[in-house]
T-cell receptor, first 115, second 118 residues
């Protein structure tokens, strides 16, 4: 079964500096992968998704992620952090071998942005 | 513009009480899910439903049951609440029916229900 591992539980950056949130996946073949974001007291919102059409995926709010099969990684980046980016981010993959849209969630990375 | 609505944002219940968490979606999605979210553990699937009256256990179904009498509504039931069920509960839905493989399903989430069991 596919699984995802988020390598950092907390990331802290200053406003205007780059953001890197790391995610590794395990799978025997090219997967579908997602990043979701959860702002405080809100539900999860899709940030971007990879479906093998292109390895560099652009999402909302200036975020992007690059699928690297050789490294089994799908890291999320943003060139310049904004205060409104402070949230929890989840790397997500379909639970391969099952159906009906079941997903496997990473443990989450809390992003803090300092002024 | 709300598409997945969870009826209660905050609940406080006592140990042993029966608890109902309601979720309604207005997108005509076949699939609906209940997750619980705990710090450091991400989201874990409790139950999901792929059609009216159909349900399957997720990864942590113990202590929970569900009901799907209408397509738009999916209820999570805690028959006898315990303190270890204190958590954030998230409902989600998606349009994709059985894919059989790695379908790229995008879930729409509700805002969550934070349950405290005393």
């Amino acid at each position: 079964a596919q699984s995802v591992t988020q390598l950092d539980s907390h990331v802290s950056v200053s406003e205007g500096t780059p953001v890197l949130l790391r995610c590794n996946y395990s799978s025997s073949y090219s997967p579908s992968l997602f990043w979701y974001v959860q702002h405080p007291n809100k539900g999860l919102q899709l940030l971007l998704k990879y479906t093998s059409a292109a390895t560099l995926v652009k999402g909302i709010n200036g975020f992007e992620a690059e699928f690297k099969k050789s490294e089994t990684s799908f890291h999320l980046t943003k060139p310049s952090a904004h205060m409104s980016d402070a949230a929890e981010y989840f790397c997500v993959a379909p639970a391969v071998g099952t159906s009906y849209g079941k997903l496997t969630f990473g443990q989450g990375t809390i992003l803090t942005v300092h002024p | 513009d709300v598409k997945v609505t969870q009826s209660s944002r905050y609940l406080v219940k006592r140990t042993g009480e029966k608890v109902f968490l309601e979720c309604v979606q207005d997108m005509d999605h076949e699939n609906m899910f209940w997750y619980r979210q705990d710090p450091g553990l991400g989201l874990r699937l409790i139950y999901f439903s792929y059609d009216v009256k159909m349900k399957e256990k997720g990864d942590i179904p113990e202590g929970y049951s569900v009901s799907r009498e209408k397509k738009e509504r999916f209820s999570l039931i805690l028959e006898s609440a315990s303190t270890n069920q204190t958590s954030m509960y998230l409902c989600a839905s998606t349009y994709l029916r059985a894919s059989g493989s790695s379908g790229a399903n995008v879930l729409t989430f509700g805002a969550g229900s934070r349950l405290t069991v005393l």
